[in-house]
T-cell receptor, first 113, second 115 residues
Framework: GESVGLHLPTLSVQEGDSAVIKCTYS??????FPWYKQELGKRPQLIID?????GEKKDQRIAVTLNKTAKHFSLHITETQPEDSAVYFC????????????FGTGTRLQVTL | DSGVTQTPKHLITATGQRVTLRCSPR?????VYWYQQSLDQGLQFLIQ???????AKGNILERFSAQQFPDLHSELNLSSLELGDSALYFC??????????????FGPGTRLTVL
């Protein structure tokens, strides 16, 4: 089955810097890749997603890039702010599997002042 | 607020007991998903229902079961509870019905503590 891996369990950046979190996936049939942000004790919130027919998607300070050849996708956050501090989960889904999401273990992003 | 509701917010019970967690999807969503999140762990997919029928199953224990009712709300039943079942249980919903994956919106979760 599909497996999803995150390269960094934690990432610390200074306020205003950029943060990049990379995620790999195993199944080349995966075609939907969302990123969720989860604050402590709260629900995962979708922040951006990308489908396999697109290489990059941007929404204000957040962007996601997809490299299908290398089977990885990355979350980019620019001009980080303290409120960006949270755990970020990547996930992947395969068409025809009823949208079942396979999640990575999460990267804790800490934005320091 | 995602529009997905879950009750109760917290549940404390003893080993061997049985509990029921409830989820109401967003208005218009036909698919409901259940996920388990243990301490410092990622989200593990348990089971999915679409319009009342089971659509996909993940690593769901035999002691766990779920159903989706005609009004589209779903319940996750956990029985013969063990200490290791303590976790956050999230429900998510999506429109569903398409062969392509669609966006899932998560509820606030139920924190289950088994003592």
């Amino acid at each position: 089955g599909e497996s999803v891996g995150l390269h960094l369990p934690t990432l610390s950046v200074q306020e205003g810097d950029s943060a990049v979190i990379k995620c790999t996936y195993s199944d080349s049939a995966s075609n939907y890749f969302p990123w969720y942000k989860q604050e402590l004790g709260k629900r995962p919130q979708l922040i951006i997603d990308i489908r396999s027919n697109v290489g990059e998607k941007k929404d204000q300070r957040i962007a996601v890039t997809l490299n299908k050849t290398a089977k990885h996708f990355s979350l980019h956050i620019t001009e980080t702010q303290p409120e960006d501090s949270a755990v970020y989960f990547c996930a992947a889904s395969i068409a025809g599997t009823a949208s079942k999401l396979t999640f990575g273990t999460g990267t804790r992003l800490q934005v320091t002042l | 607020d995602s529009g997905v509701t879950q009750t109760p917010k917290h549940l404390i019970t003893a080993t061997g007991q049985r509990v029921t967690l409830r989820c109401s999807p967003r208005s218009g969503d036909l698919s409901v998903y259940w996920y388990q999140q243990s301490l410092d762990q990622g989200l593990q997919f348990l089971i999915q229902y679409y319009n009342g029928e089971e659509r996909a199953k993940g690593n769901i224990l035999e002691r766990f079961s779920a159903q989706q009712f005609p009004d589209l709300h779903s319940e996750l039943n956990l029985s013969s509870l063990e200490l290791g079942d303590s976790a956050l249980y999230f429900c998510a919903s999506s429109v569903g019905g398409s062969r392509e994956p669609d966006t899932q919106y998560f509820g606030p979760g139920t924190r289950l503590t088994v003592l």
